[in-house]
């Protein structure tokens, strides 16, 4: 099986090489078409975590690397994990937009999504604005599974507590349980 992943932004490479191992029988041959070094280093890191030996063929730009896929174990940890986010924003500018939607987008193609998604502060607004470029990837998320809930506070600090369209209103008691007691947190 051939991907073509060439001009695709990270972390798309890393998925679309996951999915296609995932439908390749064992002793199949996966060729993955790349033409980006961060995209290669990306790839090959991810084989080299599933103890694949990847052979990579350079020509110019153009890369290609070739694995032969053996017995995988994609499993799924009894982990249980909520991702706080405290703004709508990774960093800052429209780079951080871009990778929170990244970020986002990439999750619901891991095995071990967290739970729930916590949001505070600025991170709110992604739960009331149809129009903010992390909606989409937040809203579906929640058709996965994940439990979303947003500040009841912070909601109406922005007077946005009647807007919102993602989850549920929480408060800084239940949200502080979940940080202190109950998970593994990751923070973005």
């Given at each position: 099986?051939?991907?073509?992943?060439?001009?695709?932004?990270?972390?798309?490479?890393?998925?679309?090489?996951?999915?296609?191992?995932?439908?390749?029988?064992?002793?199949?041959?996966?060729?993955?078409?790349?033409d980006s070094v961060i995209s290669k280093n990306n790839v090959i890191k991810f084989l080299n975590s599933l103890n694949l030996c990847p052979n990579i063929e350079e020509n110019g730009?153009?890369?290609?690397?070739?694995?032969?896929?053996?017995?995988?174990?994609f499993s799924k940890s009894n982990a249980y994990s909520v991702l706080f986010l405290k703004t709508d924003k990774i960093g800052e500018g429209e780079l951080g937009k871009t990778l929170l939607v990244g970020f986002l987008d990439?999750?619901?193609?891991?095995?071990?999504?967290?739970?729930?998604?916590?949001?505070?502060?600025?991170?709110?607004?992604?739960?009331?604005?149809?129009?903010?470029?992390?909606?989409?990837?937040?809203?579906?998320?929640?058709?996965?599974?994940?439990?979303?809930?947003?500040?009841?506070?912070?909601?109406e600090f922005f007077q946005k507590s009647n807007e919102l369209k993602i989850g549920s209103i929480g408060n800084?008691?239940?949200i502080l349980?979940?940080?202190c007691t109950k998970a593994k947190i990751i923070s973005l």
């Open positions: 099986m051939r991907i073509d992943c060439r001009n695709l932004e990270c972390p798309k490479p890393v998925v679309e090489t996951k999915k296609a191992l995932e439908n390749l029988q064992n002793n199949e041959i996966l060729e993955i078409l790349l730009k153009q890369i290609c690397i070739k694995v032969k896929k053996q017995e995988l174990e990439t999750l619901k193609n891991i095995q071990n999504m967290p739970s729930k998604i916590l949001c505070v502060n600025e991170s709110v607004l992604i739960n009331t604005n149809t129009q903010h470029a992390a909606y989409a990837a937040m809203k579906e998320l929640e058709n996965l599974g994940v439990e979303i809930i947003s500040c009841g506070a912070c909601l800084a008691y239940e349980n979940e940080l």
